[in-house]
């Protein structure tokens, strides 16, 4: 699951997992954010009923934390033996902004395999149920969902060799629970014909600088970033390598 802060990871996730009241609104798997505030501080990868959802954290909260966020997503993903689908989480409600861009090309870039032809959008927060406000609201306002759509894949597509299907959806329960069973089982249905890509790739790094401007001392950190490795038992010397 991939996208800002805000766009409906968790609660998609959960919907995948078990859509039925009990768990999303009382006992998720994944925390959901109440507030502007992220929830998902780091990788959680849950499964059940042989399906794994990996929820990830949004890409836009502060330098540090977005640092710390990527070194994390990196390593956790890289431990998976494959993944069959990246879903790029769209909240109706929220334009797709510079950070979101740089979100979709940092994914890209680290799994350029995945990013071919593996890859569906999912609009959420798109309340169909006709007593509630927001949908009363749209009429009102007229919006045109077509239009919508079609500004998110455009946007999209601008950073992608593919062209990814679409679905729109409210994760949260209302009493139409036959139509959300329906497309649950359309996305579930759609990620089971792809070809699970591998993720145990090996990445080769080459170091390049001058002495002293640690080399060593990084490439021990991108293998192991723990205290024991880069102080103790670090994989290459530091401070005496003269070739």
Same mark, same amino acid.
């Given at each position: 699951?991939?996208?800002?802060?805000?766009?409906?990871?968790?609660?998609?996730?959960?919907?995948?997992?078990?859509?039925?009241?009990?768990? $999303?609104?009382?006992?998720?798997?994944? &925390?959901?954010?109440?507030?502007?505030?992220?929830?998902?501080?780091?990788?959680?990868?849950?499964?059940?009923?042989?399906?794994?959802?990996?929820?990830?954290?949004?890409?836009?909260?502060?330098?540090?934390?977005?640092? /710390?966020?990527?070194?994390?997503?990196?390593?956790?993903?890289?431990?998976?033996?494959?993944?069959?689908?990246?879903?790029?989480?769209?909240?109706?409600?929220?334009? $797709?902004? /510079?950070?979101?861009?740089?979100?979709?090309?940092?994914?890209?870039?680290?799994?350029?395999?995945?990013?071919?032809?593996?890859?569906?959008?999912?609009?959420?927060?798109?309340?169909?149920?006709?007593?509630?406000?927001?949908?009363?609201?749209?009429?009102?306002?007229?919006?045109?969902?077509?239009? $919508?759509?079609?500004?998110?894949?455009?946007?999209?597509?601008?950073?992608?060799?593919?062209?990814?299907?679409?679905?729109? $959806?409210?994760?949260?329960?209302?009493?139409?629970?036959?139509?959300? /069973?329906?497309?649950?089982?359309?996305?579930?249905?759609?990620?089971?014909?792809?070809? &699970?890509?591998?993720?145990?790739?090996?990445?080769?790094?080459?170091?390049?600088?001058?002495?002293?401007?640690?080399?060593?001392?990084?490439?021990?950190?991108?293998?192991?970033?723990?205290?024991?490795?880069?102080?103790?038992?670090?994989?290459?010397?530091?401070?005496?390598?003269?070739?």
């Amino acid at each position: 699951l991939i996208g800002s802060t805000g766009n409906g990871k968790s609660t998609l996730g959960n919907f995948l997992l078990d859509p039925s009241e009990e768990h $999303i609104l009382d006992n998720p798997t994944f &925390p959901t954010a109440r507030s502007n505030l992220p929830d998902t501080k780091e990788v959680v990868i849950e499964s059940k009923g042989g399906l794994t959802v990996i929820d990830t954290p949004g890409l836009n909260e502060g330098e540090h934390e977005d640092l /710390e966020h990527t070194l994390d997503i990196l390593k956790k993903l890289k431990s998976q033996q494959s993944i069959t689908a990246a879903i790029l989480c769209v909240n109706f409600e929220n334009k $797709i902004d /510079e950070q979101y861009r740089h979100t979709i090309n940092y994914y890209k870039c680290h799994f350029p395999k995945l990013f071919e032809k593996n890859v569906l959008i999912v609009i959420t927060n798109y309340c169909t149920d006709a007593s509630n406000p927001k949908v009363k609201q749209r009429k009102r306002q007229g919006v045109d969902v077509n239009e $919508i759509v079609g500004n998110v894949r455009e946007t999209i597509n601008k950073y992608l060799t593919c062209d990814p299907t679409h679905f729109l $959806i409210d994760c949260l329960p209302f009493e139409d629970s036959s139509r959300h /069973e329906i497309t649950r089982f359309s996305i579930l249905h759609y990620m089971q014909q792809m070809q &699970p890509i591998s993720m145990r790739n090996p990445m080769t790094i080459l170091m390049i600088g001058s002495t002293g401007n640690g080399k060593s001392a990084l490439g021990n950190f991108l293998l192991d970033p723990s205290e024991e490795h880069t102080l103790d038992d670090p994989t290459f010397p530091v401070g005496i390598t003269n070739k």
